[in-house]
T-cell receptor
Framework: EAGVAQSPRYKIIEKRQSVAFWCNPI?????LYWYQQILGQGPKLLIQ????????DSQLPKDRFSAERLKGVDSTLKIQPAKLEDSAVYLC????????????FGPGTRLLVL | QKEVEQDPGPLSVPEGAIVSLNCTYS??????FMWYRQYSRKGPELLMY????GNKEDGRFTAQVDKSSKYISLFIRDSQPSDSATYLC??????????FGTGTSLTVIP
């Protein structure tokens, strides 16, 4: 079974630029999550999708972050404009149902904002 | 106060040692307790998943939950260099709240 795929693996941008990350979940998984993991911290949930609907986006900084999962499969996370404090690893995860206890993580996209 | 606290370490042990990793949490409503392992430049992977109090064993790994003390532990027996990673605890409840600890960095020295 293929795992969660993410691209790019690394990205370096300057502050105020925009950036987008892509995630392809495990086939058949209805729920998709985006997390932000700052160095030395645990992952923080940014947004959770159930199929193509948003379940939880309470910790997403909506003034600069946006995410979509239009066809209920792949998802993109965008940051516009980026700030220095956005430097982090952005992890995508998926699960068959709504239980986060059964989520599988991708390798992450490492973002550095200069 | 954070929902879950975890000593960041780093922790360095010789091969074969017993490792004890711990987390404390603040709200007794949390019922599900997880331990994840995260290798460098990889995503977290689920190691152990327990519900409510008690012990759960899987090979060299034992997860322990003490709900009265709001304390969770992961024990690794006969530690191996391949166990070198960051270990994250996580807690959740039926209300879809889910929180990770900050992670403990472990190095097992051959």
């Amino acid at each position: 079974e293929a795992g969660v795929a993410q691209s790019p693996r690394y990205k370096i941008i300057e502050k105020r630029q925009s950036v987008a990350f892509w995630c392809n979940p495990i086939s058949g998984h209805a729920t998709l999550y985006w997390y932000q993991q700052i160095l030395g911290q645990g992952p923080k949930l940014l947004i959770q999708f159930q199929n193509n609907g948003v379940v939880d986006d309470s910790q997403l900084p909506k003034d600069r972050f946006s995410a979509e999962r239009l066809k209920g499969v792949d998802s993109t996370l965008k940051i516009q404009p980026a700030k220095l404090e956005d430097s982090a690893v952005y992890l995508c995860a998926s699960s068959p149902g709504l239980m986060k206890e059964t989520q599988y993580f991708g390798p992450g996209t490492r973002l550095l904002v200069l | 106060q954070k929902e879950v606290e975890q000593d960041p370490g780093p922790l360095s042990v010789p091969e074969g040692a017993i490792v004890s990793l711990n987390c404390t949490y603040s709200n007794s409503a949390f019922q599900y307790f997880m331990w994840y392992r995260q290798y460098s430049r990889k995503g977290p992977e689920l190691l152990m998943y327990t519900y409510s109090s008690g012990n759960k064993e899987d090979g060299r790994f034992t997860a322990q939950v003490d709900k009265s003390s709001k304390y969770i532990s992961l024990f690794i027996r006969d530690s191996q260099p391949s166990d070198s990673a960051t270990y994250l605890c996580a807690i959740s409840n039926t209300g879809n709240q889910f929180y990770f600890g900050t992670g403990t960095s472990l190095t097992v020295i051959p």
